[in-house]
């Protein structure tokens, strides 16, 4: 009995829309729907502002009504309109240190892995470079934030830049270690026999074959940022106000909470909860590797 | 080797039973806990003790180690006392409350003084029998050493005494072990020496103590007495310091105005100010201060607590830096001034707890002529025209700076951004570590500053008009603002002899019309005491430091059994 060419072809070599279908299939709905949602209500949060999240709308330290929906903060300020606007800062925020963490660190960790054990100023470097790495991991993520927002004064642009010094080291050391695996492949040594370029080697083989568990971890890597962000606002680090950040807004309406004004801390605490968790099940569910 | 997520602590299998065990012990503890709060710690065998919340541990126990806070000062006032104080009044605004009255003196160290015929000399005639807590008897050699330690040290009183005091060494003059006089320059400085020396400024110390621990070092002891306390003469002494914790003060029962009625203070470091305000609703504490402007609102309206409505010398000042862009322009300084939300902010940020300000001088003072003195206003459109006239374009950048330990100042910041737009100006907020803010300050780098602080010799029209604004003293200018017709006037104001004479008020009106017109600073408001009491606390009287007098304050008799 023989079996037709083309459906062997299509049952072990899908064509890429049939993987996308597949994968479709195969994804738990229940796990995405909220990052999604999420994500549309940060593209679309200036259209869901009841106000400007920045201005003096109402009486301060107002209660939730019917016209302030999550009250309204010690300034005056709508806590609704400043906890929806926080999404879409909070959210730019973390997706620009996870891009800009994952390609440092997929840079450097391929640059460290492939020159670590060489002799020389080269290795040097790169043996360097590695301690360097794992000396900036040690120390506590928030305080080196804190001391490079220190030096450079606070803003956006600052905040970003601290965050991605502060977290690209576990994408460093993931990357690295990927590297050291699969330089040892014998699939290289066969490229170099065929006259591959060392350059050339690293960007077709060792680079798409290491960067595979930096990207997974970028779920990781983009909850740590929301939460480090956070931390930073409540220590007074973060953003200028009384631009709408969730750890800014915590930190003022923490002193409320204590005497029974929960509103102005209880909103953004909940929307940072819910945003950590729709993005860490969320990512995980969308990275996650299927087999038929 | 990828990193634990998050959320993976969700994973964790817990057992029902230990979720409940757990959950009771919980519960049990908090139960404890907040007995233990709750219950009085106070009142035993018959103590008298009341518990403070204050917000940190003074940052020394020296004044003239440059303490600051009010911490600091309201450590100086209970271990300490002076030659002179002003006498406590009803106040006429808050029949709960008495207030200094700023132009009369009375004895403390001092049982009386008297004044030469040309107004330059005061004469003070010492307490006898008044012995330290180290047991030195208080003489004349104490008063004159005092005031060579702070102008010898990095004491604040040099700056904050002028223009009555400069050179204690040719101006204090040791007359007997009893007596001692002070002579000004000229006969207009008489009524500010007594202001300032009435003040915390002018404690006077333990020489005897204090010179046993000079070192070459420190020759003054001065960082001897920022750790140890308990080198003044005043109603309390230091028991105990828990860095960090708190402060135990016991009645000193040799105080030469008598023992006060309160045995015991416990000063609790409670930093955060809600929960100064939860602690005391709990009944963990007897008295909170500096309270958030809405929690003191909110107790207001409770009979378990006493607020108070006095007039104050409590001011939230935005400073403009007159010599960098763009506040070099005065035309710009004074669209400022109609670009605040004065009305919003008294409503808003101080709960109504603020009054509107009128000039730099104390409104009780005798003879005061407000003519010319305009009331502030927001007022967009005018703001808009001043700098349309002025040729200045819209929107004016600027950042202001507030600290981020004094929350109400964040609210004023925001207030001003809010409003500030529809008068020509863009805000940019800056909010700092306090001492982040100082350095700032002292640097002169920053566009416009926000403070909340006193006049604490306010009632001196000389104090209160140079007191940010001293000539050729570039440190304490905080606008960097100086005008010759300023000084003149506040010159003659002083040459006219008596400070509260008519005739001296023209000129203090001239200085006060003149800084109105330059503009290098605004007051905001009038802030009301931050103070909040349980209702069976009695006694409270506005000081213009600012802090507490545990001379004045006792628990009701029914409650301290």
Not at chain 1, 188 to 215: C, K, M, Y
Not at chain 2, 378 to 388: F, G, H, K, N, T
Not at chain 2, 515 to 542: C, Y
């Amino acid at each position: 009995m023989t079996v037709p060419a083309t459906s062997l072809t299509a049952e072990f070599f899908p064509s890429r829309t049939a993987r996308v279908v597949q994968y479709l299939r195969h994804l738990r709905w229940a796990k995405v729907v909220p990052l999604l949602v999420l994500t549309l209500v940060a593209l679309t949060s200036p259209l869901l502002l009841r106000f400007d999240p920045e201005v003096v709308v109402g009486p301060s330290s107002q209660a939730p009504d019917g016209t302030y929906w999550f009250g309204t903060d010690s300034s005056g300020l709508d806590i609704f309109s400043r906890t929806l606007a926080a999404t879409r800062l909070n959210l730019t925020i973390a997706l620009v240190v996870t891009v800009a963490a994952t390609t440092i660190g997929c840079i450097v960790g391929l640059v460290i892995g492939m020159n670590e054990s060489r002799r020389g100023p080269v290795g040097w470097v790169s043996r360097g470079a590695a301690r360097l790495v794992d000396l900036v991991e040690a120390i506590p993520a928030v305080l080196t934030g804190l001391v490079i927002i220190a030096f450079f004064g606070v803003s956006t642009g600052t905040l970003m830049i601290a965050l991605s010094v502060v977290l690209a080291p576990i994408q460093i050391r993931l990357v690295r270690t990927e590297v050291l695996r699969v330089r040892s492949e014998a699939y290289l040594d066969a490229a170099r026999s065929g006259g591959q370029s060392e350059l050339g080697l690293t960007l077709r083989h060792v680079l798409p074959n290491s960067i595979s568990s930096a990207v997974e971890n970028c779920s990781v890597i983009f909850a740590v940022a929301i939460i480090v962000t956070a931390a930073l606002g409540f220590v007074g680090a973060g953003v200028a106000p009384p631009t709408p950040e969730w750890g800014a807004m915590l930190a003022r309406g923490a002193s409320d909470a204590t005497v029974g004004r929960w509103w102005p801390a209880a909103f953004p605490a909940f929307a940072l909860g819910l945003t950590i968790a729709a993005v860490s099940v969320g990512f995980n569910e969308l990275l996650r590797r299927r087999r038929a | 080797m990828p990193t634990r997520h998050p959320l993976s602590f969700l994973d964790a299998q817990v057992d029902r039973r230990t979720v409940l065990r757990g959950s009771l012990l919980a519960i049990a503890l908090g139960t404890f806990g907040t007995a233990c709060a709750s219950s009085k710690a106070s009142d035993q065998n018959g103590t008298r003790t009341l518990v403070e919340a204050i917000a940190s541990m003074p940052g020394g126990l020296a004044f003239d180690a440059k303490p600051g806070g009010y911490e600091g000062f309201e450590f100086t006032q209970l271990t300490g006392a002076g030659l002179i104080r002003n006498p406590y009044i009803q106040d006429p605004d808050d029949p709960g409350a008495m207030r200094q009255d700023l132009y009369r003196h009375e004895g403390v160290l001092a049982e009386s003084w008297e004044v030469s015929p040309d107004g330059r000399t005061y004469t003070f005639h010492l307490r006898r029998d008044v012995v330290s807590p180290a047991g030195n008897p208080f003489t004349a050699d104490d008063v004159v050493w005092s005031y060579e330690r702070k102008w010898n040290s990095t004491s604040i009183a040099p700056s904050i005494s002028l223009p009555a005091i400069t050179d204690p060494a040719t101006q204090l003059t040791r007359i007997d072990d009893y007596t001692v006089s002070w002579t000004v320059a000229e006969a207009g400085h008489g009524f500010p020496l007594l202001a300032v020396i009435s003040k915390i400024s002018g404690e006077i110390y333990d020489s005897t103590l204090l010179k046993s621990h000079a070192t070459p070092d420190d020759p003054y002891a001065v960082q001897w007495s920022n750790l140890n306390g308990n080198f003044g003469f005043g109603p309390y002494l230091m028991e105990s310091y828990e860095d960090g914790q708190q402060i135990t003060y016991v009645a000193n029962e040799k105080f030469v105005l008598g023992k006060p009625p309160v045995d015991r203070i416990v000063q609790r470091v409670v930093p955060d100010a809600g929960s100064r305000a939860s602690m005391l609703k709990t009944g963990a504490v007897d008295i909170a201060v500096q309270v958030l402007p809405a929690d003191v609102a909110s107790m207001a309206a409770d009979p378990q607590f006493s607020t108070f409505d006095t007039q104050t010398n409590n001011f939230t000042w935005a400073y403009m830096q007159t010599q960098t862009p763009p506040f070099d322009n005065k035309a710009v300084r004074q669209a400022f001034a109609h670009a605040i939300p004065y009305g919003q902010i008294i409503e808003q940020v101080y709960q109504g707890r603020a009054k509107p300000v009128v000039g730099l001088l104390d409104p009780n003072l005798p003879n005061r002529s407000t003519e010319g003195l305009e009331p502030q206003t927001y007022d967009p459109d005018r703001s808009l025209q001043i700098l349309r006239e002025a040729g200045v374009s819209t929107p004016v950048k600027f950042t202001i700076l507030a600290s981020s330990a004094v929350p109400d100042l964040q609210d004023v910041a925001v207030q001003i951004q809010s409003f500030g737009k529809a008068a020509g100006f863009e805000t940019q907020i800056e909010v700092l570590p306090a001492a982040t803010l100082a350095d700032r300050q002292g640097n002169k780098a920053f566009q416009v500053l926000l403070l909340r602080d006193m006049s604490v010799s306010f009632e001196s029209p000389p104090y209160s008009l140079l007191l940010s604004y001293p000539k050729n003293n570039p440190g304490r200018n905080i606008s960097s603002w100086e005008n010759p017709d300023y000084y003149t006037a506040v010159e003659a104001g002083i040459a006219a002899g008596d400070s509260l004479s008519p005739e001296a008020a023209v000129h203090w009106n001239q200085a006060e019309r003149v800084w109105q017109e330059d503009r290098p600073m605004v007051q905001i408001a009038n802030v009301a005491p931050l103070h909040v009491f349980k209702s069976d606390v009695t006694g409270f009287a506005h000081r213009t430091d600012n802090v507490l007098d545990f001379i004045e304050i006792d628990r009701s008799a029914s409650s301290s059994q």
